[in-house]
């Protein structure tokens, strides 16, 4: 059975460029993976997104059985969303037996300036600006963001580059999923 990695932290932490670079350093030592990136998945399964706590739940749920679906066929599974709430990251936990989590920890403050610049191809635009907005949603600032309890893997992308996080990333990987 394939592994799976849930790469988490707070909105403009570098999880998308963390598990980008992880998934080219992993292809290139021959080990195949598949990165599913919530912001382009959203798009099919609530198009019109609310991001309330149902819309959510449906969400990650949905996020989950999917990594766990492609596991059970032999494929890796690189799965990079923000999942504010730890029963997210629990559920896929629960069913996915070689599961780990990744923490991209970063100060709000930094993912607030980089979400301001960063040119994503699926995440919306604006995350952070949205927060003043009357009945927002947005992890960290108006909905709790539950940072994992003990997290396999931990990155702090304020000191660590993508690119020597995806080398941690894969030591530690290769040491758990052997």
Request: glycine residues 4%; proline residues 6%; hydrophobic residues 40%.
């Amino acid at each position: 059975m394939a592994w799976a990695l849930w790469f988490t932290g707070l909105p403009g932490s570098g999880k998308t460029a963390l598990s980008k670079r992880t998934m080219n350093l992993l292809r290139r030592n021959g080990i195949r993976v598949k990165v599913l990136e919530l912001d382009e998945i959203r798009r099919f399964v609530t198009p019109n997104p609310r991001y309330t706590d149902e819309e959510r739940d449906i969400v990650y749920a949905s996020l989950a059985y999917m990594a766990k679906l492609l596991t059970e066929s032999g494929m890796n599974v690189i799965i990079d969303a923000t999942a504010n709430r730890r029963r997210y990251r629990d559920l896929a936990r629960s069913i996915i037996p070689d599961f780990a989590e990744v923490f991209v920890r970063c100060p709000l403050e930094l993912c607030m300036e980089r979400e301001r610049k960063r040119i994503a191809k699926f995440s919306p635009k604006g995350i952070y600006d949205r927060s003043a907005q009357p009945s927002a949603t947005v992890p960290g600032v108006n909905v709790p963001y539950e940072e994992p309890l003990s997290p396999e893997i931990i990155i702090d992308s304020d000191r660590t580059d993508a690119f020597e996080g995806a080398e941690v990333v894969v030591k530690r990987l290769k040491e758990m999923f052997k």
